[in-house]
């Protein structure tokens, strides 16, 4: 692999697993000084040491990016490294699932603290070193989800739509100071997200209420989508190409279907899509008919 990123300074948040750790590695490679963040302190670890095995730099930064400290002490250990801020790739996320009607409020709030407010509060501590230097690119890893809202998925759909809207009026923020802002849109990839997922919306799906029919083929509907997953390495590849390339494109989009299921979202009449979306996530009225057939009317 060419060392095109060289001596650059680049975090990477969400280090500890899937596009993160994978983002990492090929970014390390390629010659730059990673900064790895996330909570798991011991995971960060086996990682740095795996990178310094194969020849590249990185230093361990464990911590909450929605903790107002560890956001700081995150900064300051990147500046210890090389005095300069090249990259932040702000990876950190997860995902909560559920109908809307169901998802207590304190849940939505949590999912837009982790993956929008503080993603903001970390891109804040970097601008101004970035605008000192005259350079820097900020990549944001959004999601198909950023431009496809989902039933189902509309709590984290709704934060990687408002981080996508961020990224474009940032975008136009900072290009007069050299600073790009990028954005990755992976569709479905094999990582521990789904995991995640399930765990955060355990209780939410257990007592879906109206809403238990369309939870019910959710396994069978995931194994599917496990046939067209693409890689963490697949993702890790387009940021590395946005942070090489002397002029990104605004957008990156990986794998195949990604690019797929956007299409469609740019080219399809609304109601079309929608359907589309309906028959896949299994919403469809007829589920609802064994249940409807027990309900009394005297």
Do not use: C
């Not at 930064?61 to 790739?89: C, K, N, P, Q, S």
Request: net charge positive; aromatic share 6%; hydrophobic share 45%.
């Amino acid at each position: 692999m060419k060392r095109e990123l060289s001596g650059q300074i680049v975090i990477v948040t969400g280090a500890s697993s899937g596009i993160g750790a994978a983002t990492a590695r090929r970014l390390a490679g390629a010659g730059a000084h990673v900064v790895l963040v996330a909570r798991r302190r011991e995971r960060l670890a086996a990682l740095a040491i795996e990178i310094e095995t194969a020849g590249g730099q990185a230093t361990v930064a464990a911590g909450d990016i929605t903790a107002e400290v560890d956001r700081a002490r995150i900064v300051e250990t990147a500046l210890a490294t090389g005095g300069r801020i090249d990259a932040l790739v702000n990876n950190a996320g997860y995902g909560t699932r559920g109908p809307v009607e169901l998802v207590p409020l304190a849940k939505i709030r949590q999912n837009f603290e982790l993956n929008l407010f503080a993603t903001i509060a970390l891109t804040q501590l970097v601008i101004p070193i970035m605008r000192g230097q005259g350079n820097g690119r900020i990549v944001n890893v959004s999601s198909v989800a950023g431009r496809v809202a989902r039933p189902l998925s509309s709590i984290y759909d709704a934060t990687k739509h408002a981080l996508e809207a961020i990224s474009d009026g940032l975008r136009g923020e900072l290009a007069p100071f050299g600073i790009k802002v990028i954005v990755i849109e992976p569709g479905f990839i094999l990582t521990e997200f789904a995991q995640v997922a399930d765990e955060a919306s355990q209780a939410i799906v257990a007592a879906a209420g109206p809403y238990a029919p369309f939870f019910a083929d959710y396994g069978k509907n995931y194994t599917r989508a496990k046939r067209i997953a693409g890689r963490p390495e697949d993702i890790a590849a387009i940021i590395h190409a946005a942070l090489a390339v002397p002029k990104p494109r605004l957008r990156y989009a990986a794998p195949r279907h990604a690019h797929l299921a956007l299409a469609l979202k740019r080219f399809l009449p609304e109601r079309w899509f929608d359907y589309i979306l309906n028959r896949q996530a299994g919403l469809t009225a007829d589920k609802l008919k064994p249940a409807a057939s027990t309900t009394r009317h005297d």
